[in-house]
């Protein structure tokens, strides 16, 4: 081909230059075709060969190079015929695990079309999508929740999707499947697209954007149009169209002008639009595009408007656009078969029923007119993944002793609640990627040499790989870092690096090395065997509740002997220490208990320490007396403890001591009697009485200022450690009052936390302190945070039924399935104040981090509840409160919460919280 140019100079140079320019891009559009970078997981395929999926011609490969773990399943047969393509007949499903994840590959900063495709099929045999329970289960991109799955009530044959846009965080993008105990997590399909980098220029690496719907308007056969009709296999769905409106269309070309590039709508799409019949004077065209299993009213949704005037003569066109009643544009006027989109850039809207409303101005002759639109939900990118660093080192450790531990899977850190078993990581840096600051692989069965991963980790303060089957030498662990290494029990073989004697000589290194024949060499105190190892530890942590047991079950034969067949003539007096304890408290012989309680006749409760009687003093004050029958005083743990706090501690908030009993025979404490009973009585007791929502506060806050004492007042400072419903008793007025001190600590404030032996009650038990055994003040205030929900829900800490759930993960649960209002305590009667329940909650979610560090002090609890009773006592407890009546207020509380295990609950979480909503589609498998 000979082309002449006849023009100046640099007209000439200019036309040249674009010919090259789109030489060039022809060559590339030639040399890639629309599919390159595709990536499509058939997931549970039982076929380890790719194949060609026959409607869009993809190739689609099997999961096995994607995921861990899971089981490969296929649909039930009544299903396959219905199957339009391969991939709704198998599935993967993860039954094990709180969290299981896919890792695609991907380019660093490249932005992502990610789908996630379901199909329930009752491939287990259980019908669980229609048996009236419900069924969901959350998604995960990266390290930040994406959405719920919500299949409850739905067709086992229909298939439901996911999209969310996104930019990758590494070479990597991460799927994870969350349990939230309402259904095992499955997933179909999973497909990863690439984008242009000037499309959708809304999402980045800090915020995502979920599909909320896609709609092609007009005449529309198909059910989904995607691939190849879509370059970035976008699924566009139909909408169906009833009269008023009417479809209209044409086989004109609809262009996208030159630069218009941010969303690259095909001009298929474009050909077909929706308007109204001629005889529709209202000019409006109303529609919503909500769907079912998707809640609305707290999301932030991003609305998509494609635009073309397919009309064949010149009209007169002119229409406002509203959202839930908000201007978003006005007297707009389509281009004649030219693409306009409109959106608002970054700008997430309110809008509680996907509603919008085209309405027709009063110069337009025409009435509106739509071809497309989308709408997104926003997505945040709060969460940081750990730092790379750490996350590759942690794999090459899985990978050399071949670990399969369950909860290893995605990232190491983050989100909080799902980081690795036997990982420390610290998050003080808000702003920075957590680090991994302590290893425990202790009694793993690791096997073969020490990994030399542990030496790159700059943050690694603790690695504990005792009690393993290590062998060889031990490496020349070079950091600066590491405070502690334990190496005992293994068959470790010398020399000692210099590098790690150097740093255990200047005491900046504890260094543990017996057991192994190394020491046979050495016999420096890093091969002492003085040291109580984490086996020891172990065993001691399984022996106590094991123990306790054993001494209730002795307790009730001690006391049938004691009191119940024992002569009433035997002479207890024998009995009576002759030493009595060094406290300012009246000692009470055994003779004046059986007078005090009518010889032990009215039992009023039964605890840990023993059981508990109604009595009478002298002077007719009530009291309480518990006993406990023991041999020796020596051999009774709870008793010493108690007494001796109470004798020190004085606050309106505590219970009074008044006295006890030290007898071989038979110790006891004797106490104010609190004649409402306990906290747990009155929450979960019957339907006689129920507190109120301003009780339940002043209770809350009785028992926080009790804590707030022993924790702030004290010298030094006492842990109660055993904070629970049962411990809090209440007077005559309702006064909260904590009791039953025999598991209580102090400690001097030089020390952050001590070490012992974790205790506590199933439910209210410090998640930190059960995992390191290190006491901290803020172990109270986690157990408390416990209590809080109690009084809010009137649930116990761990619900039985229909599965088991965690007080804390249970109240994420509801909030995400529905409004706050679900998990209050129904014998309220909806009678408290919107606003004060969303503090409450909050404050007792704070309360339940797993971390201790992200807990607040007692004394901010306590002045947090103070702030809040003024509320409550101003007179806003509506007689008539209702929970539809207080509706508006849920989108800001469900903001509060992250659905997950986790205990996130910050403003900055406002969009993860669980929602149903992504691609609103659902679809029979009936065609495309």
Not at 530 to 546: D, E, G
Not at 671 to 685: C, E
Not at 748 to 755: F, G, K, Q, R
Request: hydrophobic share 35%; aromatic share 10%; net charge negative.
């Amino acid at each position: 081909m000979v082309i002449n140019f006849i023009c100046w100079p640099s007209i000439k140079l200019a036309w040249i230059l674009a010919l090259l320019l789109n030489l060039l891009m022809m060559i590339q559009v030639h040399g890639q075709p629309p599919s390159s970078g595709f990536i499509s997981i058939d997931c549970g395929l039982r076929n380890s060969s790719s194949y060609n999926d026959s409607a869009t011609g993809l190739r689609f490969d099997p999961d096995g190079g994607f995921v861990e773990g899971g089981m490969r399943k296929q649909i039930s047969q009544e299903f396959m015929a219905n199957a339009t393509n391969e991939q709704q007949k198998t599935l993967r499903s993860f039954p094990n695990g709180s969290r299981n994840c896919y890792t695609l590959p991907s380019t660093i900063g490249k932005k992502y079309l990610l789908r996630a495709i379901f199909t329930y099929g009752n491939y287990d045999g259980l019908n669980k999508t229609l048996d009236g329970s419900p069924f969901l289960f959350g998604l995960h991109i990266g390290v930040n929740f994406w959405e719920a799955v919500n299949l409850t009530s739905i067709k086992p044959s229909t298939m439901v999707w996911k999209e969310v846009l996104t930019v990758a965080p590494s070479n990597s993008v991460s799927v994870c499947l969350v349990n939230f105990g309402s259904g095992i997590p499955f997933i179909s399909a999973l497909e990863l697209r690439p984008l242009e980098d000037t499309m959708y220029p809304f999402f980045n690496t800090s915020v995502s954007i979920s599909l909320y719907s896609r709609y092609r308007l007009g005449n529309v056969t198909d059910l989904i149009t995607r691939y190849p009709t879509d370059n970035y296999d976008r699924f566009w769905q139909n909408h169906a169209t009833e009269y008023p409106w009417m479809d209209i269309n044409t086989t004109n070309k609809v262009e996208t002008l030159p630069g218009n590039n941010l969303f690259n709508i095909p001009s298929v799409i474009m050909q077909d639009a929706l308007t109204l019949h001629d005889m529709n004077k209202s000019g409006l065209i109303d529609y919503s595009t909500a769907h079912p299993n998707i809640d609305t009213k707290s999301l932030q949704l991003l609305p998509i408007f494609h635009f073309a005037e397919i009309n064949g003569s010149n009209p007169n066109r002119r229409f406002d656009i509203y959202s839930a009643g908000e201007l978003l544009f006005s007297d707009f006027s389509p281009s004649r078969f030219q693409v306009d989109s409109l959106y608002q850039n970054g700008r997430f809207l309110h809008n509680p029923n996907a509603s919008f409303l085209l309405k027709k101005t009063g110069t337009s002759t025409l009435p509106p007119l739509i071809n497309a639109q989308e709408v997104y939900f926003l997505v945040r990118m709060d969460n940081l993944t750990t730092d790379t660093k750490d996350v590759n080192y942690m794999k090459e450790v899985k990978n050399h002793y071949n670990l399969t531990r369950i909860n290893w899977k995605g990232d190491p850190c983050s989100p909080r609640e799902y980081s690795w078993e036997g990982l420390t990581c610290d998050y003080s840096k808000s702003n920075q990627n957590p680090t991994i600051v302590s290893v425990n692989l202790s009694a793993s069965g690791l096997k073969g040499g020490l990994a030399v991963s542990f030496m790159n980790m700059v943050s690694l303060e603790n690695l504990d790989l005792s009690h393993n089957n290590l062998t060889g030498a031990i490496p020349d662990y070079r950091l600066n870092s590491l405070k502690i290494l334990n190496l005992s029990n293994n068959q470790l073989v010398g020399p000692i690096p210099d590098s790690i004697l150097r740093r255990f000589q200047a005491g900046l290194l504890d260094l543990r090395l017996e057991g192994n024949p190394v020491c046979s060499k050495f016999k420096d105190t890093y091969c002492s065997n003085k040291r109580k190892n984490t086996i020891q530890t172990m065993v001691i942590a399984v022996m106590v509740p094991v123990v306790l047991v054993s001494l209730l079950v002795l307790m009730c034969i001690i006391r049938k002997f004691c009191w119940g067949g024992k002569s009433d003539h035997e002479d207890y007096a024998m009995y009576e220490e002759e030493t009595s304890l060094h406290v300012d408290l009246r000692r009470f012989t055994y003779v004046e208990l059986k007078l005090i309680t009518n010889d032990f006749q009215s039992i009023i409760g039964k605890g840990g320490f023993g059981i508990v009687y109604h009595g009478n003093l002298e002077n007719g004050d009530e009291v309480a007396v518990k006993v406990l029958m023991e041999t020796s005083i020596a051999e009774s743990t709870d008793f010493l403890p108690e007494v001796e706090t109470l004798s020190k501690v004085h606050h309106k908030n505590l219970v009074t001591l008044k006295g006890y009993c030290q007898n071989k025979k038979c110790l006891a404490l004797i106490y104010d009697f609190m004649s409402r009973g306990n906290l747990q009585q009155l929450i979960r007791g019957g339907d006689d009485y129920s507190l109120n929502w301003q009780q339940r506060l002043h209770i809350a806050l009785d028992a926080a200022q009790g804590l707030e004492y022993l924790h702030e007042s004290c010298t030094p400072s006492i842990v109660h450690r055993d904070v629970k419903t049962p411990n809090i008793l209440l007077d005559k007025n309702l006064v909260g009052i904590i009791s039953d001190f025999g598991l209580s600590r102090a400690f001097n404030d030089a020390h952050t936390h001590i070490s012992t032996v974790a205790a506590g009650t199933l439910g209210y038990l410090d998640p930190e302190y059960h995992a390191t055994f290190q006491l901290t003040v803020k172990t109270d205030v986690y157990s408390f945070g416990i209590v809080l929900l109690e009084i809010i829900t009137g649930q116990p800490p761990v619900l039985m039924e229909p599965q088991t759930f965690h007080l804390p993960n249970w109240v994420r649960h509801k909030i995400a399935m529905g409004n706050i209002h679900d998990i209050v305590d129904k014998r309220l009667l909806d009678q408290y104040d919107a606003s004060s329940l969303q503090s409450v909650v909050e404050l007792a979610m704070n309360c339940v981090e797993n971390a201790s560090i992200d807990r607040p002090t007692m004394a901010e609890v306590v002045s947090r509840l103070k702030e809040l009773l003024p509320v409550v006592s101003s007179g806003k407890l509506s007689s008539s409160a209702s929970t539809s009546s207080m509706n508006p207020m849920d989108a800001e509380i469900r903001r509060q919460f992250q659905f997950t295990i986790s205990g996130v609950s910050n403003e900055e979480n406002s969009f993860r919280s669980g929602y149903n909503g992504g691609m609103s589609a659902l679809i029979p498998l009936s065609g495309r």
